[in-house]
């Protein structure tokens, strides 16, 4: 913690306006640990930084701020050397850059030939070291994603195969659009993207390599932006993915909490759209409310699985909830009705059709009987006889 402390305090400087950029997750929570309060994530982080970004005005809020910096550091002396030099900047602006993420290159090593060692990497003529997660933002500047995200989606993707070569997927909360350009690709050039987002989304281009990006501007859960994302979506979606977040208060049960909502959110849209069989995928914070919004994903799906992407940031409560494969069976497990067995099943059993969804029954063809359903298919489902009085 102490060296993430000195690296955030290392590029201390003064600029107004009052604006804390931590993109070291570990110098973050060391100053969080003081005072959750003054770090507040803004949705849109200013070009260069995929890091949450504070945005304080007003000398208490920056009075908050400097205390738990300088605390943060205080087991460090140098660090709390550094931390009283930058709480006394002048007022109006306290800027504190947090890059833990890359190193130097240490001056007695000899310089690279050639391509620099894994791990490491050039940069403005310098070489230097990438540690921990940060090797993801880094990696989406060199491979031109938008956001570091782009590789949770990718990973997801490798666990989960949501993304169906030639589908259409739908992205919800997909500013910048980082996971527009996974989906793009993953989908191929056959395929057809549609994000949605509150702030406005710059063109993804199309490749010969990547589907068409649609995007519609508005906020998710006004029912007007939803029918206007239902729109574009057209026939239906084979994916909805959604990395859709709250504004931060850095208070963790509201913040939880406001995740979960936007998740339900996400899970209406994929109810709407998704065709049977269809994935859903959507990034929630852990926490007491997420049984219950599994189980609503759970309701919906064939089953449902968490995905704790790897690219996630270790210090990050986030996770995925999947829910694979859309049920639109016209019979829901549990219930119980009478089939007539209309036909007979490669291995025997009896078929009944319910508005054309098939049922297999444990009897024979032309017969008429009670039986509970007892396991739910995108496609079919399975059931089990019941005897008179058994009900
Ligand atoms: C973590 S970012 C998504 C990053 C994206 N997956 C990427 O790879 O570029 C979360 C997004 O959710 C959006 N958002 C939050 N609340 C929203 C809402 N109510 N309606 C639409 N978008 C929302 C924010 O604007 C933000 O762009």
Known sequence: MRRAVRALLDEAVDPPPARVVLSDPEARDAVLAHDRSVVRFADDPPAGTDAETVDRRGEEALARLRTAVRRAASDSTAAAADASRAASSPSGGTRVVATGAERTQPPDRRPFDGRPPPGWYERGGRVVRVTGRDEYYNRAKQEGYRSRSAYKLRQIDETADVLPRGGVAVDVGAA?????????????PRGRVVGVDRQRIEDVEKTDDRAHVETVRGDV?????????????????????????????????VDHARSVHLAGVALDVAVACLRPGGDFVAKVFDGPDLDRLRDDVDAEFEYVRDVRPDASRDSSSELYLVGKGRMAAPVAEDEVRTFDV???????DGIARVDGYAVFVDAAAGETVRARVTDVKPNYAFTERVDEGEE
Do not use: H, I, K
């Not at 859960?221 to 850095?250: C, F, I, K, W």
């Open 342 to 348: 209309v036909d007979t099943g490669t291995e025997g």
């Open 176 to 188: 910048p659009g980082g996971w527009l350009q996974v989906a793009a690709e993953r989908v191929g």
């Open 221 to 253: 859960t006004d029912e007007t932006t939803r029918d206007r994302l239902l729109d574009a979506v057209g026939d239906g979606a084979d994916a909805v993915v959604s990395d859709v977040a709250p504004n931060m208060t850095g208070e963790y049960t």
